[in-house]
């Protein structure tokens, strides 16, 4: 009985602790890393946070989008500015809750004013925020503000062929940085 009741408590353990290293703590200088790769890819990489609204709003469309778009390297990461005391317990069960099927990383890091310009000079702090790059053909845009569906699948379609030039979706982008520090 007792060998049982240990089996159970290490698994018990064991389940907790694969869902907690799920979500990885990354530090800005990682997150410019990942989308800096001189490569054909683009890549989305969403600032949100549990709490905000409009952040959980437009995800399961990125989600959803950037599935659709997988065969023309597309490629999805949101960047949690959750405190730090919703880490990784707290964020792990609202993804699960949420079936958040993408790249998830935690951003332990607390000062806006070193890390926001890392991903735009003009970048406020305020989430949601998105950047949307291309290296290959030199698009970026960045956005300080809730993306709807279509906006995103219109700005996916220029990253993809590098257009700068936006159609129908509204431009809520800030120039971006020349280089990210």
Known sequence: MMKRFLVCIALL???TL???QSIPKVKM????KYFSKDNDTVYVVNFWATFCKPCVGEIPHFIRLVKQYEKQKVKLLL????????YPAKIAAFVK???FDTNIAWLSETNADIFCPMIDQKWSGAIPATIIINNKTGFRKF???????SDFEDLLQHAIRGSNTIGKAKDHSVEFASEPQ
């Open 18 to 20: 694969s869902q907690a």
């Open 97 to 99: 809750k949420f079936k």
């Open 79 to 86: 960047v949690s500015l959750d405190l730090p005391g919703y």
């Open 29 to 32: 200088a990682e997150v410019v």
């Open 13 to 15: 353990i064991s389940a």
């Open 143 to 149: 956005f300080e503000d809730e993306i709807n569906a």
